[in-house]
Nanobody, 126 residues
Framework: QVHLVESGGGLVQAGGSLRLSCTAS????????MGWFRRAPGKEREFVAA????????RYADSVKGRFTISRDNAKNTAYLQMNSLKPEDTAVYFC???????????????????WGQGTQVTVSS
């Protein structure tokens, strides 16, 4: 079993930055790929970014490319999402997820993720 806890959400003005953290416990962190997803009010949950267990491999949604950066620190069992140039449309609950022992790089779709955090609210004011 893997337990994920997100932190770092909050209220920020448009153009500002936030860094989300996702700390994992329960299994060897380096064996899973990590993803960030979000659910905006009235919308379905959507993919934001993913980082592979294999160093140097990541993937981003087109809507956040160039603004968000996903990273991980295996020594701290933590994944991060640095969010810059935030826009009101980035307002959502952000979830981290873990794909344990993924096939390949583990940058696949939502259904491949095995464990999910509870989410952290990000609100961007205009």
């Amino acid at each position: 079993q893997v337990h994920l806890v997100e932190s770092g959400g909050g209220l920020v003005q448009a153009g500002g930055s936030l860094r989300l953290s996702c700390t994992a416990s329960g299994r060897t962190f380096s064996t899973y790929s990590m993803g960030w997803f979000r659910r905006a009010p009235g919308k379905e949950r959507e993919f934001v970014a993913a980082i592979s267990w294999s160093p140097g491999n990541s993937r981003y949604a087109d809507s956040v490319k160039g603004r968000f950066t996903i990273s991980r620190d295996n020594a701290k069992n933590t994944a991060y999402l640095q969010m810059n140039s935030l826009k009101p449309e980035d307002t959502a609950v952000y979830f981290c997820a873990a794909d344990y022992l993924p096939v390949g790089l583990g940058l696949g779709p939502e259904y491949e993720y095995d464990y999910w955090g509870q989410g952290t609210q990000v609100t961007v004011s205009s």
